[in-house]
């Protein structure tokens, strides 16, 4: 028996054709008698009647599935042999880029036929054609392919390497945990031989697993948890190669993006929900049972938005072209990078134009969840996302053409019902998953018309990927964002408020000039804020809102500055604003944020009108004084209010405005400027005392000159009334002078004393009435001055200034 291979597309739905097929070059749709298809189809050999000699595993089948190509042919190894063993020219066909369980499909098919291996007897083992576990003999328990039994196995030694080879292919295909070190895993060096430019190709990798058969048969080895290679000469390139893988590793995770991804977790078993919405025609033609995807407006209808199921937060990782070839696997148990030390449950990882022949992007798209550990989790509506983008896209001019040669197609098995009216479309859609619990979504064959790939090898560039996060990431904000631009200046007036979606990759308006920004929005009750980096991303999230040109980036010490994380809400600020981001039962908290935000508003206007030109700080200093004394009492009432530890978020943002330094500033500019207005004015006193005091002095000199004149008049005065007073006296008491003269000085003669006596009287008594008015003047005079000086050290005493007049 001649053996022959031939590669098709992933997603091949094949039509049969009748004779043998004659070379490699018809379509690759058509299946010949002479060929036996593996690992694609989306169809089973026998399931339903069907007669195409086709065993897949990749669609959706409630009970009685394959868990792998590999364990189906082992299962199928009688009507296997009875249709082929007589074929002269025997076909393997798999699909491109084959994996370890489509290779070790296809070998162990053809050892069947070639003798290698029994092709009866399997069914005592539990391995029934129909399916697995299938119904097995009486007295039989089903085969256990993720935990082979050691007793069974080692009872039929000569099945005992197909089985492993099997099993291997089993627990790969399933994502599940291998004991064996992945440096030297059996798939490990395949993926490595095909890495580094082996051709497996053409014989289907016969090299590599004629190698492993023959030292699992002779050596005694379980590739479960040996090494079959360890010391193999043929494959010694590949081996040193795996020994970098770690290297290789440390540089990926340089440049991926790390994130943590809510992913729905059905309540339910998965046939429980998934059936119903994807449909469970038996064959083509029969009746449908499931429900369009889409509705007339290519949009997704509610029944396939999974509502009822809940989100799970866990680690993801995005990245273009890996170098680890097996970085899936290394991120998978990956305790050191990721946030909560379980491995990257989610890898999102694209490979560079490996569709080839797309139209539009050639890069291939893989999106996966450890379907070991997902435990419920699934992906459904991502694809239910990127399938609705494809066919939004395949609607626009420039995919016409594409979408008319689709048009005329099936839709692919499995997806009828759910292609509904638009059938053709979905004849190469996003792959879901279904025969994997929909862990996975895989690109279509054709590639993809949503968009141009990106280049950056984080994937943050990719409008594919960026469907992706929106869903995953930006899914736990349960309302749009409520922004509101508080006025912190009379120009901007008022509160002007507005609300955006925010999404991966979308506007946001800057804050106008002048204005502090606040924002709030919804989040999903149960996110888990507290659980790894969930908070940072969330906070990252966030910071576009209020710094909307730094893109993805933050400040250097954002989680140690800006970052403000509780279990019910988080919140992020700058000295343009906050946001917060609140649980049902946290809105309230970020209500409380929003009053305090509008009272540091309405402080940075009032404080705006004090220290602007126009302000009343010159003509009334003693009224901006007691308007700077009643903003510091507010100041003080507001950060008694933001000591308070749950007002840590504007608390950070009041302290970032140092309003307080401010107040002070004003307050200490305004009393300067009320002192320079009483020194003014005292200045002003003191000129017009010096001028009064000037004047006072020269009306005093001029009283004073006048006063002397008068003092002068008054001795003249004196003097003459004195005089005036003698001669009266002598006058009208001559007679009596006469006696007198007559007995004190009879010498002198009558005549004499006229003449000389009465003159002499006169003057006497004018001079001595003179120098009695001196005294009288003298004594005034001394007197004044004693009650002036005392009352000068009264007015003194007492502060007075004047002159006590």
């Keep these: 028996m001649e053996f022959r291979y031939r590669y098709v597309g992933f997603g091949t739905s094949f039509v049969s054709t009748s004779g043998d097929r004659p070379d490699a ?146 627990a790969v295909d399933n994502c599940r945990r291998l004991a064996c070190a992945r440096s030297r895993a059996l798939h490990s060096v395949l993926y490595t031989a095909s890495a580094r430019g082996r051709n497996l190709l053409p ?79 038996s064959t083509p033609g029969s009746p449908a049972s499931g429900e369009p995807l889409l509705d007339d407006h290519l949009e997704i209808r509610p029944g396939h938005l999974l509502g009822r ?25 990956d305790r050191d990078h990721s946030s909560a030390g379980e491995g990257f449950l989610f890898t999102a990882i694209a490979y560079t134009n490996a569709c080839p022949g797309a139209q539009r992007n050639s890069t291939r798209y893989i999106f996966s969840l450890d379907p070991e550990r997902a435990d419920g989790r699934h992906l459904y509506p991502l694809w239910a996302v990127l399938e609705r983008s494809e066919v939004q896209a395949l609607h626009r001019p420039e995919s016409g053409s594409l979408k008319e040669r689709l048009a005329s197609m099936r839709p692919r098995r499995g997806f009828e019902d759910r292609a509904g009216s638009l059938e053709g479309l979905f004849n190469d859609p996003w792959f879901d998953g279904n025969n994997y619990r929909c862990t996975i979504v895989d690109t279509p064959n054709r590639g993809t018309e949503i968009g141009p790939p990106g280049t950056r090898g984080d994937l943050a560039d990719d409008p594919v990927v960026g469907l992706v996060s929106e869903l995953l990431e930006y899914s736990i904000f349960t309302s749009e964002v409520v922004i509101r631009d508080l006025a912190a200046t009379s120009v901007a007036s008022g509160e002007y408020e507005h609300t955006i979606r925010l999404a991966s990759g979308g506007a946001v308006p800057p804050a106008a000039s002048g204005r502090f920004r606040f924002a709030m929005v919804g989040l999903a009750e149960g996110t888990r804020l507290l659980h790894g980096e969930m908070a940072e991303q969330t906070g990252r999230m966030l910071w576009q809102l209020l710094d909307s040109d730094a893109g993805n980036g933050v400040p250097t010490d954002f989680a140690q500055r800006h970052l403000i994380v509780r279990a019910k809400w988080v919140g992020v600020w700058s000295r343009r604003g906050a946001v917060v981001a609140y649980m049902p039962d946290a809105q309230h908290i970020a209500e409380s944020f929003l009053e305090r935000f509008r009272t ?52 950070r943002f009041f302290e970032s405005l140092h309003l307080d330094e401010v107040l002070a500033t004003v307050h200490g500019i305004i009393v300067a400027a009320a002192d320079r207005q009483n020194d003014n004015r005292a200045q002003q006193q ?93 004594w005034q005079r001394r007197s004044h001055h004693k009650a002036q000086t005392n009352r000068a050290h009264v007015y003194a005493a007492h502060g007075d200034t004047s002159d006590g007049r």
């Design 25 to 170: 070059g018809a379509h690759q749709n058509d299946l010949f008698e002479n060929e036996l298809a593996v690992d694609v189809g989306n169809v089973c050999w026998g399931l339903h009647g069907e007669t195409r000699t086709i065993i897949d595993h990749h669609f959706y089948r409630q009970c009685d599935q394959f868990p792998s190509a590999s364990a189906a042919v082992l299962h199928k190894a009688g009507p296997i042999w009875d249709r082929f063993h007589a074929t002269s020219v025997m076909w393997l066909v798999t699909h491109r880029d084959p994996d370890f369980d489509a290779y070790c499909a296809m070998y162990l098919a053809r050892a069947i036929l070639t003798g290698e291996i029994p092709w009866d007897g399997w069914e005592a083992l539990g391995l029934s054609p129909d399916g697995w576990p299938g119904t097995p003999p009486e007295g039989t328990s089903a085969f256990d392919w993720f935990r082979p039994n050691p007793r069974i196995v080692s009872h039929v030694p000569d099945r005992r390497w197909p089985i492993l080879l099997a099993a291997y292919a089993t």
């Design 203 to 281: 014989d289907g990798a016969r090299i590599l697993f004629d190698e492993a058969s023959r030292a699992i048969e002779t050596k005694g080895l379980n590739p479960l948890y040996d090494s079959l290679f360890h010391d193999s000469g043929e494959f010694a390139p590949e081996l040193a190669l795996l020994d970098r893988e770690s290297e290789a590793y440390g540089r990926d995770i340089a440049r991926a993006r790390r994130a943590l991804v809510s992913v729905p977790t059905s309540p339910q078993p998965f046939d429980t929900w998934f059936g119903p919405i994807a449909g469970t025609r």
């Design 309 to 333: 199921h809940h989100r799970t937060q866990v680690d993801g990782i995005y990245l273009r072209d890996p170098e680890c070839m097996l970085f899936k696997e290394w991120a998978r148990h």
């Design 600 to 651: 540091v508003a309405e402080i940075t206007r009032g404080l705006e009108a004090l220290v602007s030109p126009s302000a009343e700080v010159a003509a009334s200093p003693k009224l901006s004084i007691s308007k700077v004394e009643d903003f510091i009492a507010q100041v003080a009432k507001l950060k008694q209010l933001l000591a308070l530890p749950e007002n840590r978020l504007p608390a």
């Design 686 to 778: 003191r000129e017009d005392t010096r001028q009064l005091t000037a004047a006072v002095a020269q009306n005093i000199d001029i009283v004073a000159g006048v006063q002397r004149a008068v003092e002068f008049l008054e001795i003249f005065f004196a003097a003459v009334y004195s005089a005036h007073l003698w001669h009266m006296f002598a006058h009208e008491n001559a007679p009596l002078l006469h006696g007198a003269q007559s007995v004190a000085a009879p010498w002198l003669s009558a005549e004499s004393v006229e003449n000389w006596l009465v003159p002499a009287g006169v003057a006497f008594c004018a001079l001595m009435g003179g120098l009695l008015a001196v005294g009288v003047v003298s």
